[in-house]
């Protein structure tokens, strides 16, 4: 990161304008989602990204919908982002739920299922699939149409199956 690189400080206002846009729209959910944070070391996201997206996340602290901080890669980073803000915390396949959880503590916690079990046979991707989870994030167009439609299926049969124990 090179210091005094100051487009950073020029997101906040547009980011929050625009999601803010979004919810008197009608969304139900904003999502901050970065897909390369996870590049970075704790204490390079602690000096150059951390004051901004709290910034961002404190801009949409009295909005109507609850806010997700989603960043692929983030196994080391996740307490850093808890403090940066959102009321959930989203996390990738790399980290089991469990310890994840742990490390955000007081947030809800978005699980998210490996996009390559789109491939994988059906029981597999049921095994995978306790808890909540979001297909997509890190989806690299690898599956085929009938293979995401198949994975919306799987999801169903295992939110049924686990809202009926």
Do not use: K
């Not at 690189?5 to 020029?10: A, C, I, L």
């Not at 008197?24 to 901050?32: C, E, I, K, P, T």
């Not at 808890?82 to 790399?94: S, T």
């Not at 909540?132 to 439609?149: E, H, L, N, Q």
């Amino acid at each position: 990161m090179a210091p005094g690189n100051g487009v950073w400080h020029h997101c906040p206002t547009p980011l929050s304008d625009y999601l803010r846009a979004q919810v008197d729209a009608g969304v139900d959910v904003v999502q901050v989602f970065d897909s390369r944070v996870g590049a970075l070391s704790p204490a390079d996201y602690r000096e150059f990204v951390q004051p901004h997206v709290r910034a961002l996340f404190d801009a949409l602290a009295n909005l109507d919908v609850p806010t997700i901080h989603f960043g692929t890669g983030t196994a080391t980073l996740l307490d850093a982002m808890r403090d940066a803000g959102g009321d959930v915390i989203g996390v990738d396949w790399c980290i089991p739920l469990d310890t994840a959880w742990d490390r955000i503590g007081d947030r809800a916690v978005q699980g998210n299922l490996d996009p390559t079990l789109l491939l994988a046979p059906l029981d597999r991707r049921l095994a995978a699939a306790p808890g909540f989870y979001a297909t997509g994030s890190g989806f690299r167009g690898v599956g085929i149409p009938d293979s995401i439609a198949d994975a919306r299926a799987t999801a169903a049969s295992a939110a049924a199956c686990l809202s009926s124990r």
